[in-house]
């Protein structure tokens, strides 16, 4: 079965740094092209980034571009999120998920708060 697992998010200050990861099983990731999500307090959820299968490219939101890196690691089923000059409007609970064809249970994400 599939599982999504988010880690590494925390409570950083505006401008801190935050590296999270997504661990990945139960379908074939090395082909698939996975993303990024959030979703803050009272707002619809939102993708911030997408690393496709191939090729490595890779698209982000207008409001991250710039400031955080999607990255994959296939032989670890793993894509990561490196997020520099965090502002308190990136704080939300992120998600990762297939871009395309997304799978229909999300994990329980992992929580990025950003406060001074």
């Known amino acids: 079965q599939v599982q999504l697992v988010e880690s590494g998010g925390g409570l950083v200050q505006p401008g801190g740094s935050l590296r999270l990861s997504c661990a990945a099983s139960?379908?074939?990731?090395?082909?698939?092209?996975m993303s990024w999500y959030r979703q803050a307090p009272g707002k619809e959820r939102e993708l911030v980034a997408t690393?496709?299968?191939?090729?490595?490219?890779?698209n982000y939101a207008d409001s991250v571009k710039g400031r955080f890196i999607i990255s994959r690691d296939n032989a670890k089923n793993t894509i990561y999120l490196q997020m520099n000059s965090l502002k308190p409007e990136d704080t939300a609970v992120y998600y990762c998920?297939?871009?395309?064809?997304?799978?229909?249970?999300w994990g329980q994400g992992t929580q990025v708060t950003v406060s001074s």
């Open positions: 139960g379908f074939t990731f090395s082909s698939a092209a």
């Open positions: 998920n297939r871009r395309y064809a997304a799978f229909g249970s």
């Open positions: 690393i496709f299968s191939t090729a490595f490219s890779t």
